[in-house]
Structure formats: structure tokens, C-alpha cells
């Protein structure tokens, strides 16, 4: 256990993302722990999977005590977390929502944690699932990436490529994103079906830009059909989730001392 109170968690291992070249950049690897902190209302059966950047700073000597030196808090950092609701009866577990830091985003590290949730998921036998997603990146990572099928009654929005945004709104990006991140086009052919799909909020914090006009082009890689305000349901081919994990998180990139009894321990508490 590391720290004490409201923000303590448990280590349950770590994952390595390697590092990434994109043109003249490069990213250097990571070294995340995963940790995981119970929900705030027991009954629900909820849990936190956190994920930090240079948690090794702390000194297995104060993993549980209040005694953690000034430098090593500074030095640990949060990367983010993944909520879900766990259910034993259905042998479930449902994401709720992700949020990044926005210094921790375009790095890879969403997709990752995405399939260390996954990869225990499958290693304890509990079905993946979600609840209700608005999230326009969270939709693409689920549908397009991970293969989750979309319930029905959501609502179908194109994520659109900025290379595929007409000229006349190109300028609009600065108006309608509210931080230094790049605009999240998005477009539908009924504009009033998209506007109610995002709430001011959403449209805030997220970046959101709405086009009105259709996108230039019909390529794949510049728009991609996703759904939002809806949940996703378990993947059908359980072996080609696995596959892609597996492509995000190669062999050897997870360490966790965790059995397959323990994983549903953690998830599901006492069944």
C-alpha cells in the first residue's frame, strides 16, 4: 500500500509502454505502475485502476507510512485513471469513464491502460463491458480499436481527420477549442442530432468542433463512424481482443504478482 487516506492505493504491478518514433520526434519508454483504489461507496462495487509515472521514487519502507519524503511526491506522477463497477453476479466489468492528464495524452498511454483492464479481464475470466460512453476518443479506442459493439440507441457522430475539414471553418478551431489541444472535429447529418449529443460541458473539455459542412473527403482514415451516448457491449471474438492486446502490450510488457483468483478479488470482492 503507498500513502495514507483518501489518496492511497494498493500496487497490483507495472506495465511498460515502449517508446515511440513520430517523424523527427521521438517519446521516450515508460515505466507505469498500476495501482488500484476501492470506490468511495463500497456497495457499489467500484474500483480506480491509477496509473503512475516514477512510483519507484518511494522506498519500500514508506509504501506505508505518512513518512514519504517531500522529493518522492514530487517526483511520483499521476498519469490518470480508469473507473469501473465490477458485478459478481454477472461476472462483469463495466468502464465507466477514463480521464488522462493532458500532459499524459497522444502519448499512447490511454490505449494501454485500456488494455492492462482488458488483459486482467481476460486472465480472470470477467466479462468487459461499459456503461454509457460520450467520450468521442474513448468511442474510437472501444469500437475501432478494441472491437466493443455498440448498444443500441446510441447516437451515430464521424470523427473527422483536421486535413478533412472544409477550409471555411478551418478557422473556427481557435473559437471553439478552449485549451492549447487540438480541436476534436466531429460531424453528423443532422446537426441537430449532434448538438444533442454533446452538452456545453462536453463541448468544453473536450474540445469539441462541431462541423457544419460536410468533410472533404470519404476516406476511412479521415472519418471514422463511431457511437456515443450509448454503451458497448463485450467484444464477440474474444481471441482477437486478446491479439490486440497483445500488440499494444507485447509479452513481458506487463509484471504483476497477481493470480487469476486474485484478479477477481480485486475486481469482484468476496463472491
Not at 57 to 86: C, I, V, W
Not at 231 to 246: H, V, Y
Request: with cysteine.
Amino acid at each position: 500500500r503507498v500513502g495514507i487516506g483518501k489518496k492511497s492505493y494498493f500496487v497490483l504491478g507495472q506495465v511498460w509502454i515502449r517508446g515511440q518514433q513520430s517523424g523527427s520526434s521521438s517519446q521516450q519508454p515508460l515505466n507505469i505502475t498500476i495501482g488500484v483504489q476501492p470506490h468511495r461507496n463500497p456497495g457499489k462495487n467500484g474500483i480506480q485502476l491509477e496509473f503512475y509515472e516514477n512510483h519507484n521514487h518511494y522506498h519500500p519502507s514508506q509504501y506505508e507510512t505518512s513518512t514519504t519524503t517531500t522529493s518522492a511526491k514530487a517526483d511520483r506522477t499521476k498519469l490518470g485513471f480508469l473507473l469501473m463497477q465490477n458485478s459478481a453476479t454477472d461476472n462483469t466489468s463495466t468502464l465507466l469513464g477514463m480521464f488522462l492528464t493532458p500532459a499524459s495524452r497522444g502519448k499512447g498511454i490511454s490505449k494501454a491502460c485500456m488494455a492492462v483492464w482488458l488483459s486482467f479481464c481476460l486472465q480472470a475470466n470477467i466479462r468487459p463491458k461499459t456503461g454509457t460512453i460520450n467520450k468521442p476518443l474513448l468511442a474510437l479506442a472501444l469500437q475501432h480499436t478494441f472491437g466493443f459493439r455498440p448498444e443500441k440507441g446510441g447516437i451515430d457522430i464521424e470523427l473527422v481527420s483536421p486535413s478533412a475539414v472544409p477550409v471555411a471553418q478551418q478557422d473556427e478551431a481557435q473559437s471553439c477549442s478552449s485549451s492549447s489541444a487540438p480541436p476534436l472535429w466531429v460531424y453528423s447529418t443532422s446537426r441537430k442530432t449532434i448538438e444533442g449529443a454533446f452538452s456545453p460541458w462536453d463541448i468544453q473539455n473536450q474540445n469539441i468542433c462541431i462541423l457544419t459542412e460536410p468533410p472533404q473527403t470519404t476516406t476511412p482514415e479521415t472519418r471514422r463512424l463511431i457511437s456515443v451516448r450509448t454503451g458497448f457491449e463485450t467484444p464477440a471474438d474474444l481471441e482477437q481482443l486478446q491479439e490486440t492486446i497483445d500488440k499494444i502490450l507485447p509479452k513481458g510488457s506487463i509484471s504483476s504478482h497477481l493470480e487469476a483468483q486474485d484478479i477477481r478479488r480485486v475486481y469482484l470482492g468476496k463472491e
